[in-house]
Structures are given as C-alpha cells and as structure tokens.
C-alpha cells in the first residue's frame, strides 16, 4: 500500500487502545482485524448478527484516527451513479442559459466547460477517495444486487474512479473500507478475497457490561447486569428477532429514565418493548417468561 495514513506504532492493542478512547470497546480479534487492515491497505468485511457494533466499528475507526467517515448505505438497485458521482444537471442547465444570455459562440467550449469538476456531485465512494486519509464505509452490502460486487471490487483494486469527462481520480493515500453484511445473501468470492473478513459475535457478559457502563455511565452496576444477563437469555430463546447490543442499550436507556436501579419481574414486562418488536417474541415472554429472564440463577 501507499503511504501509511495513522501514526500509531505498534500493534493491534494500539488500535484497541485508540478505539477505547473513543468509548468503542472492541476485543482482540477486531483489534487484529482492524490493525492489518490498516497495516495491509485491504478492505475489511465485517459480518455478523444485527446489532452487534459493525457500523459503529466503522464510525470508531473513523474517530480514533482523527479522518472523515464517508458511508455508502446499500440498497436493491444502488448503481454507480449513486455510489461514484453524478453530474449535477440543474447547474450545468443553468449554465448554458447563463451563456445563451450573454450570448457566448463558442459552443465547443461551452460544451466543454459543462464537464468541470465544479459540476460533479462526488458520491461516498468519490468523496473518500478525493478525501483521503478517509474510512469508507460500505454498510450492509448484501441488500444492493451482487453486480454491484464486481463494481466493488474494480473499485476498490486500485482506489481510482475514471470519469470519461476528466480522467482518472486516484486516492493519493488509499481509504481504509470497511463492509459489512448481515448475510442476507452470499457475497462475491472475488470480492471476500480481496477483503480481510471478521465476523462480529453478540460479547460476552463482562463485555457488554463494560459496553453499557461505557455508554451510558449513568446505569449502575446492578442494573447493567440485570440487563444484559437477561438479553443473554433472550438471546438463547426462540425468537423471531435476537436482541443485538443496541437493544441492550436501549433496555437499559430506557428503565435508567424509569428510574429503575434493578431490573425486576415487574419493570422487565413494563419495558419488553424496548428489546421485543414482534408480537410473536413478546406474548411467548409474558408470565412466566418474564419471570425467567429475571431470576437470579435460572
Ligand atoms: N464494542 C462496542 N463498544 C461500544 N459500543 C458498541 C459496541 N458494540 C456495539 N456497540 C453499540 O451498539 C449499537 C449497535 O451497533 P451498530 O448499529 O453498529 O450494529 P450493527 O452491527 O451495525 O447492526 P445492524 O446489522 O443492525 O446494522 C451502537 O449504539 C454501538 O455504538
Ligand atoms: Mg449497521
């Protein structure tokens, strides 16, 4: 790769330790991940269930090393235009009436001069490159088609975007590219070779109480680990839906402005749904159910 674009020394506890700093708390295997990444130049997929940091993985990076975040959301039907750059026509329309005004003749260089750089709308994908150091963020790729992989793939090869009308726009420090999917379709092979691949687990009990003291420092002890012992259980329950840690941070968010300091029977049935959006999921917790995502030692 080029130019090394973050001044860390060291290894992957540096990037861990960097990303503390900036209230993400991420474990070994994301510091490693993240650390060659950036060490290496290549794009790293993020895969994993909904919920569990990888979009805010992504923005973290972005903070700890002090560089812009540009975030390409996917969607079915996202093409280039929206993803590169497009040309902005109501101004290069305005334009040609401004010269048909002043009366200007010479067409070939009004034409020309239509397909300036002040005209073009640089898409995520652009911006990160003419803003480099930069993270891009390609966020949950799996929902745009899988020809938008190949595209992907072109792209992220050599950190240049052709624009017929200009030339070629090249990243003078590469962008550190962040994907991820939550696997709703398989990705390209191609496109997970070129990418260093980490798949992001729910985190295990003294680390998504670290993650919810972290985040909402307000929350005691007690009431943090009420919370997440009982997502676990949820967790471990057939449902529709598994909480991911946003809604162990809304759960405990939401009991913290109910003043609640102990997560009890009473106070988990009040509040389900902040962690439960499926009819499905909340009537099979009522009663009972309730009671066992509570108790001290079910
Ligand atoms: N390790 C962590 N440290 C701090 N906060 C975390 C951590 N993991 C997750 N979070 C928090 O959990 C919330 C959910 O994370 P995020 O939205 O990034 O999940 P996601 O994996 O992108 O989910 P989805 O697949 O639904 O898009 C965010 O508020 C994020 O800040
Ligand atoms: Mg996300």
Redesign the pocket.
């Known amino acids: 790769m080029g130019a090394r674009w973050w001044d860390a020394e060291g290894g992957p506890e540096t990037v861990v330790e960097r990303?503390d700093g900036v209230?993400?708390?991420?474990?070994d295997g994301?510091g490693t991940a993240a650390f060659l990444a950036l060490r290496m130049g290549r794009p790293l997929l993020?895969e994993?269930?909904?919920?569990?940091?990888?979009?805010?993985?992504a923005?973290?990076l972005a903070d700890a090393f002090a560089v812009p975040l540009f975030r390409l959301q996917c969607y079915e039907g996202l093409d280039a235009s929206q993803a590169l750059y497009d040309w902005d026509f109501p101004r290069q329309m305005l334009r040609l009436r401004a010269a048909g005004v002043a009366g200007v003749s010479d067409v070939a260089a009004l034409e020309g001069g239509l397909y300036d750089r002040r005209y073009l709308i640089a898409r995520p994908v652009l911006q990160a490159i003419e803003a480099a150091p930069a993270v891009l963020l390609v966020?949950?790729i799996d929902r745009a088609d899988d020809e938008f992989d190949a595209f992907l793939l072109e792209v992220l090869s050599d950190f240049a975007v052709t624009v017929p009308e200009l030339g070629r726009i090249t990243a003078e420090v590469p962008p550190l590219v962040v994907l991820?999917s939550?696997r709703t379709r398989e990705l390209h092979d191609a496109l997970k070779r070129r990418c260093l691949y980490h798949w992001?687990d729910h985190?295990d009990h003294e680390?998504e109480v670290a993650?919810v003291r972290?985040?909402l420092p307000d929350v005691g002890e007690r009431l943090a680990r009420d919370v997440v012992r009982a997502v676990g259980r949820l967790r471990q329950a057939d449902l529709v839906k598994t909480p991911?840690?946003?809604e162990?941070?809304d759960w405990a968010g939401a009991l913290l402005v109910l003043g609640v300091r102990e997560l009890d029977a009473d106070s988990a049935a009040r509040t389900l749904g902040v962690v439960l959006k499926h009819r499905e999921d909340l009537e099979g917790m009522r009663g009972a159910g309730v009671a066992r995502l509570v108790a001290a030692d079910a």
């Open positions: 990303l209230d993400y708390l991420a474990g994301i993020l994993g269930e909904p919920g569990v940091g990888k979009t805010a993985l923005q973290a966020d949950e991820t939550n992001l985190p680390h993650i972290r985040r991911g840690v946003s162990t941070l």
